[in-house]
């Protein structure tokens, strides 16, 4: 075992010690002074993030580590600086939540889920990945009912259980299928065996098709996106965003991996597939958010409506699709976060999560009006935030590959999108109400966490080059040639 191997997996290490530390420290720790846990867990995560930054920096070529079960390389090490981010957020919204953030289980909950998805990001192998994928979503489905009082956080969890086992054993289903087409579990081992052009290009259809259909539930893309609107609207809500955010990377990356690393001679078909799922995914997203009144399901439908701009860039199968994937899911992680961040504070304050609470925000509190209006405009894809960037690149990938028509149901979905979030922006900025002249006050660690996201979402949107460079070299290493 050389050193190397050891650095190659050093986030999932100290993810591991850190669960140790936060149970060593919640067993012997005062119930009055569990906020500690959360200050714990959030300095281990920045502490890793920078171990990653430091140590675990991918090698020039991608390598298979571990006996073939993991591979090294820029798209692996992206995405976990992704997952510890999103992780790290969304322990700075839950310190100040009551029911949540004092408790030690919820952040070794939010600690394992966090080690699922990195494997997710960095597996070469069938076995790796489910076990990455369900090590990912057992703690997320415990999360999402985790408030045992509520009862639509329990319901929330009950269909998100219900629904993520019946897709992953579609799933498991589509990757025995591709063991017994091919007779191996590695990844890119299977490329190599489908392209010889023995087995009948239907039955290698039918694997990918129930393998999509797993992936698709992760990213909560239509069909597979019934569950998103209750589970948003039931789970605690920061757990609604780290689920729309870091969850959804989790499975692009995986989506990503699988289609262009065992299926890249099939890419019309599945390119296809996908262009119609994103449609829909936009469509139906869009069009059901612009009827909602509780802002927790505006975001879910939003949220599915944003997996199918993300896979636009997924259908085009470029190198430039794939940078624009990458680079969405980096503005989306913190455009996300700052909106679930200000229904977070709104909701502790107000008891409410209808929009129509939020009437008067403006003289209320004009910091969260302002990060509410960066987030909702760079989810509108409106300049000079985030979301642009990354709408541009996806859409202009699609142009590149001839994709125009997926292209202008982009932009078309887009203007859509626009009338729902400028909605909630007039509410906010317009709307009146009884008492909207007090002042809505909130603790230090909130703001911190939406300053934190509000800067991310505008250096994203203005300072591109050096995350464009970060999104580029994770796509050229999963671009099989």
Request: net charge neutral; glycine share 10%; with cysteine.
């Amino acid at each position: 075992m050389t050193s190397d191997m050891i650095l190659a997996i050093l986030p999932e290490i100290g993810l591991l010690v850190l669960v140790g530390v936060v149970l060593v420290v919640d067993i012997f720790l005062r119930k009055e002074n569990s906020r500690i846990l959360g200050w714990v867990t959030l300095v281990g995560l920045v502490v890793i993030a920078l171990m990653s930054l430091l140590f675990s920096t991918p090698p020039a070529e991608p390598q298979l580590i571990w006996g073939g079960m993991l591979r090294a390389d820029s798209a692996g090490f992206v995405f976990r600086l992704i997952f510890l981010s999103g992780a790290a957020l969304t322990t700075l919204f839950v310190l100040e939540n009551p029911e949540v953030g004092q408790r030690g289980e919820f952040y070794i909950l939010l600690l394992v889920s966090t080690l699922g998805m990195n494997l997710m990001a960095a597996s070469a192998d069938l076995i790796m990945l489910y076990l990455a994928v369900e090590t990912t979503s057992i703690p997320l489905y415990v999360m999402a009912g985790f408030v045992t009082r509520d009862q639509k956080s329990v319901e929330s969890g009950m269909k998100y259980l219900l629904f993520g086992a019946m897709t992953s054993a579609v799933m498991l289903y589509g990757f025995s299928l591709l063991y017994g087409f091919t007779g191996t579990t590695q990844i890119y081992e299977q490329a190599a065996l489908l392209r010889t052009g023995e087995l009948p290009v239907i039955s290698v259809m039918v694997a990918a098709l129930l393998v999509l259909a797993g992936f698709s539930f992760k990213i909560s893309a239509v069909p597979f996106h019934f569950w998103a609107p209750d589970v948003y609207e039931g789970a605690p809500t920061p757990v609604a965003g780290f689920l729309s955010t870091a969850s959804k990377a989790a499975g692009f990356i995986v989506l990503l991996r699988v289609l262009l690393g065992v299926f890249p001679d099939m890419l019309p078909y599945w390119s296809l597939t996908l262009g119609i799922m994103a449609t829909a995914s936009m469509f139906v997203g869009n069009f059901l958010a612009l009827a909602q009144k509780n802002i927790k399901r505006m975001l879910a439908y939003s949220s599915i409506a944003q997996a199918g701009y993300i896979l636009i860039g997924v259908a085009a199968g470029s190198q430039l699709g794939s940078t624009g994937a990458t680079y969405y899911l980096m503005a989306y992680l913190v455009t996300n976060l700052a909106a679930f961040g200000v229904v977070a504070v709104v909701g502790s304050k107000l008891g409410s999560d209808e929009i129509s609470a939020y009437a008067g925000l403006s003289r209320r509190s004009p910091g969260l009006a302002l990060v509410m209006l960066a987030a909702l405009l760079s989810l509108g894809g409106i300049p000079p935030f985030a979301g642009f960037i990354g709408k541009l690149l996806v859409l202009a990938a699609a142009v590149e590959v001839n994709l125009i028509w997926l292209a202008l149901v982009g932009v078309i979905n887009s203007i859509i999108a626009l009338y729902y979030y400028l909605n909630v922006l007039k509410v906010i900025y317009v709307g009146r109400s009884e008492g909207d002249e007090q002042a809505l006050s909130f603790d230090r660690t909130w703001t911190t966490a939406l300053l934190i996201c509000a800067v991310g979402v505008v250096v994203l949107g203005v300072i591109i080059a050096p995350w464009y460079g970060w999104s580029f070299g994770a796509a050229q290493t999963l671009i099989i040639h």
